[in-house]
């Protein structure tokens, strides 16, 4: 039984249709006879433009048009696609330089999009691609992820993209001055490349007055307001769709150039176009996810309790701002700053710098696990110098139950959390007494075991408000309408459980309906753990509407002086009547009260939700090979009041799963001239289902009290946690062996070399 008295984990209500192929994804449903688009794109890190002659690839068999930025200039399409700046130290907003659809006069990464080709078919739009004259000098590129070098764009000198701080710096200070013991760790945070299932695409279409774009992505009415700026088209003239997609993790939550310059040649043509990425063009072009180099330092007292916490770091951008990307190392990052731990003084500092090199922006947890790894390295580093066990330290820090609301040094404020609590619950579930014998029991095998510890927190993101909209239709179902949208994660089944729970309504009889902008006027879309709390919340405004109204409509329908909805059934003094909500409709549709069948409505969070919890992981390592195994995972959480289980359980072991594959193989490496050397899945190792051991998950649940639903968010929760667990658990099979720092990727190579570098 869940919070709310019902049955919980129902089976998934949209994997029949996924599992028998009947899913309908982007390149499932483009309008037939669509154009197929294909993008020249740059072969070279960093070149100035000196001759573009499309001439000859116009006049081949079957092409529709081929477009440079030179004809969505004439078409009056903006020049610059749309960024969020940070503000710096100093009030003046981080650079934000022109980004162009398609390439204007200088190309700054490699597989930057440099003119457009429509044809009828993909072989002829490829064949005319190739016949375009393309020339360039090229320049010296900017790859390292350090200020000054080639500058990129004339708005950045250094090629620094912006400064932003948070915390007392002074205060700081003052705790290191006084401090008795310090510890510093530098750690590198290696980039990483989505590689959603599905890859990105989208098509668009033209009638004449109105533009729709459908494209895969995590929500509709941030692009509907970006297309129609860059169009130029009024707000009613432009249709956004977001159908099954697969997989998303934060990469499709944006726009693209891509998706700006297809909606443009449909508008030109007025006929349908249709593009598709292929996975190396993906993987060349996609925002790709963390790349940061952090610098920590902790303060302790006699006591080796924290005092002060500082971090300085360098954020790589890539080439170009993406459409969040100043904010993820920045303040998406802060928010959880100090993590669990009572840390009376903190300050960040954080230099974007702009590369010659795919674009960095949001990817699951969306700067949350950067700042996590980070501190929890360090403090497990931390326990290491002083001479203490990792969980001890961590014992001695944690926010106390008692300290609840609790402000951070960083200005968020904590509602809940007993977070000794969760590490007690992991260390039994993860039989942390016998780990001794467990590493004996490898040792005389020759390989080396360690255990790791991470005690995260993450911070719900994104839009605070939501809408639903509860429709009565005639042929007797259903549909709830919703304001965010579906990557994989199961809202058409916890949302509809939901309502069903609430109202009494058959789960079978409901439909979510989502990501068209057409029918949904306001939402906002998935991402930052946000979606199920804050439309959880949304849906029973909704709920709470429509039994208000069916109450006093019932009421004089049936003559009674009142009516009051039970949960499940419509209930009054003077008649023996107990009408059903779906009951009540028919007789609102019979008494021709359409006003009924229709409730909407719209609610704001009252204040922002933290999740919580531990990872314990053990990795056994072969020295002979490098090869890291991990061979056992704990994770004991607490996201609140749970609607679903099954289903929570299901975006912690995904979360797990993406991060150990940066922890231990996924890594994009550019090489000096900017080329991508890991642009195929030959190159690029992603994580299988061998690699993972079964994933022990258990929960200890702290309701939240900032929505009235006690909920906390899931969908970023295990890559926040995974990350510091793993890593510290490599730390402590290797640390007695002399090796004293580690950083991801934790590859057999790498592991090897530090082996054969330590210095006992």
Same mark, same amino acid.
């Given at each position: 039984m869940n919070a709310f008295g019902k049955s919980q984990s129902i089976r998934r209500l949209e994997d029949v249709r996924f599992l028998t192929g009947h899913g309908r994804y982007v390149d499932d449903i483009a309008p037939e006879g669509a154009l197929v688009a294909v993008f020249l794109r740059a072969p070279v890190a960093h070149a100035d433009i000196t001759t573009l002659d499309v001439a000859a690839a116009r006049a081949m068999p079957g092409v529709a048009a081929v477009l440079t930025i030179a004809d969505l200039d004439a078409a009056g399409v903006a020049r610059s696609m749309r960024t969020i700046p940070v503000t710096g130290p100093d009030g003046r907003e981080g650079a934000t330089p022109d980004r162009p659809a398609l390439a204007r006069d200088r190309v700054r990464f490699v597989g930057e999009p440099v003119a457009l080709v429509v044809a009828e078919t993909l072989a002829q739009a490829r064949d005319a691609a190739e016949a375009i004259e393309f020339a360039f000098d090229e320049?010296? #590129?900017?790859?390292?992820?350090?200020?000054?070098? /080639?500058?990129?764009?004339?708005?950045? #000198?250094?090629?620094?993209?912006?400064?932003?701080? +948070?915390?007392?710096?002074?205060?700081?200070?003052?705790?290191?001055?006084?401090?008795?013991?310090?510890?510093?760790?530098?750690?590198?945070?290696?980039?990483?490349?989505?590689?959603?299932?599905? /890859?990105?695409?989208?098509?668009?279409?033209?009638?004449?007055?109105?533009?729709?774009?459908?494209?895969?992505?995590?929500?509709?009415?941030?692009?509907?307001?970006? $297309?129609?700026?860059?169009?130029? $088209?009024?707000?009613?003239?432009?249709?956004?769709?977001?159908?099954?997609?697969?997989?998303?993790?934060?990469?499709?939550?944006?726009?693209? /150039?891509?998706?700006?310059?297809i909606a443009a040649a449909a508008r030109a043509l007025g006929r349908p176009v249709r593009w598709m990425s292929e996975r190396t063009e993906a993987m060349l072009t996609d925002n790709a996810g963390r790349d940061l180099i952090s610098e920590a330092e902790l303060a302790f007292d006699a006591d080796h309790r924290i005092t002060g916490y500082r971090v300085k770091i360098l954020s790589n951008l890539g080439a170009y701002n993406s459409g969040f990307a100043q904010n993820i190392q920045s303040t998406a990052s802060a928010r959880v700053l100090t993590g669990?731990?009572?840390?009376?003084?903190?300050?960040?500092?954080?230099?974007? +710098?702009? &590369?010659?090199? &795919?674009?960095?922006?949001?990817?699951?947890?969306?700067?949350? /696990?950067?700042?996590?790894?980070?501190?929890?390295?360090?403090?497990?580093?931390?326990?290491?110098?002083?001479?203490?066990?990792?969980?001890? $330290?961590?014992? %001695?820090?944690?926010?106390? #139950? &008692?300290?609840?609301?609790?402000?951070?040094?960083?200005?968020?404020?904590?509602?809940?959390? @007993?977070?000794?609590? $969760?590490? &007690?619950?992991?260390?039994? @579930?993860?039989?942390?007494?016998?780990?001794?014998? %467990? %590493?004996?029991?490898?040792?005389?095998?020759?390989?080396?075991?360690?255990?790791?510890?991470?005690?995260?927190?993450?911070?719900?993101?994104?839009?605070?408000?939501?809408?639903?909209?509860?429709?009565?239709?005639?042929?007797?179902?259903?549909?709830?309408?919703?304001?965010?949208?579906?990557?994989?994660?199961?809202?058409?089944?916890?949302?509809?459980?939901?309502?069903?729970?609430?109202?009494?309504?058959?789960?079978?009889?409901?439909?979510?309906?989502?990501?068209?902008?057409?029918?949904?006027?306001q939402g906002g879309g998935t991402g930052g753990s946000r979606s199920v709390t804050v439309q959880g919340m949304a849906t029973l405004g909704a709920v709470e509407e429509m039994t208000a109204a069916f109450e006093a409509f019932l009421a004089a329908e049936l003559g009674v002086p009142e009516m009051r909805f039970d949960g499940a059934t419509f209930r009054g003094e003077g008649t023996n009547r107990t009408p059903t909500l779906m009951e009540a409709a028919d007789l609102a549709r019979a008494a021709g009260r359409t006003d009924l069948l229709r409730h909407a409505a719209r609610r704001t969070l009252p204040g922002r939700s933290y999740p919580n919890g531990t990872h314990i992981a053990e990795v056994e390592i072969d020295p002979e090979t490098g090869v890291v195994t991990l061979d056992r995972f704990t994770v004991t959480d607490d996201f609140g009041n749970l609607i679903h289980p099954m289903l929570a359980e299901g975006q912690v072991h995904g979360g797990v799963a993406q991060g150990f594959g940066q922890a231990v193989c996924e890594f994009a490496i550019h090489d000096a001239t900017g080329q991508q050397l890991t642009a195929s899945f030959m190159d690029y190792a992603m994580p299988r289902a061998t690699d993972l051991p079964p994933i022990r998950f258990t929960t200890e649940p702290v309701p939240s009290v900032n929505n009235p639903l006690g909920m906390k968010g899931c969908g970023e929760a295990g890559t926040v946690g995974a990350l510091a667990a793993i890593g510290n658990a490599v730390q402590d099979a290797l640390w007695d062996r002399g090796v004293r720092q580690v950083d991801m990727p934790f590859t057999p190579s790498r592991v090897w070399g530090w082996l054969r570098n330590a210095q006992p």
């Open positions: 320049r010296d #590129p900017h790859v390292e992820l350090a200020p000054g070098g /080639p500058t990129l764009h004339a708005e950045a #000198p250094d090629n620094i993209a912006y400064r932003w701080e +948070i915390g007392d710096g002074p205060a700081t200070d003052a705790a290191f001055a006084g401090a008795a013991h310090r510890v510093t760790l530098r750690l590198r945070h290696n980039r990483i490349i989505c590689n959603s299932m599905e /890859p990105r695409g989208a098509f668009a279409e033209w009638d004449g007055t109105r533009l729709h774009l459908c494209f895969g992505g995590q929500g509709v009415w941030g692009p509907k307001a970006q $297309l129609s700026a860059a169009l130029g $088209l009024d707000p009613e003239n432009v249709r956004v769709t977001v159908p099954d997609v697969g997989g998303g993790f934060g990469m499709k939550v944006m726009m693209y /150039p891509e998706y700006i310059a669990v731990y009572h840390i009376p003084a903190a300050h960040a500092a954080v230099t974007g +710098i702009f &590369t010659n090199t &795919t674009q960095v922006d949001a990817y699951r947890g969306a700067g949350r /696990p950067e700042a996590i790894y980070t501190l929890e390295r360090t403090l497990d580093h931390a326990a290491r110098v002083l001479g203490l066990s990792p969980a001890e $330290l961590r014992r %001695r820090n944690y926010i106390a #139950p &008692t300290q609840m609301p609790y402000a951070t040094p960083s200005g968020e404020t904590y509602d809940t959390g @007993e977070f000794a609590q $969760l590490l &007690t619950r992991a260390e039994a @579930e993860a039989d942390v007494p016998g780990f001794a014998a %467990r %590493r004996a029991a490898s040792e005389a095998m020759g390989r080396l075991r360690g255990l790791g510890i991470c005690s995260y927190i993450e911070a719900i993101l994104g839009d605070p408000s939501e809408g639903a909209t509860v429709e009565f239709c005639d042929d007797g179902t259903v549909n709830l309408y919703v304001g965010t949208v579906s990557n994989g994660q199961g809202h058409e089944t916890v949302y509809a459980q939901f309502l069903a729970d609430r109202t009494g309504l058959p789960v079978e009889a409901i439909r979510v309906v989502q990501a068209d902008s057409d029918r949904i006027a």
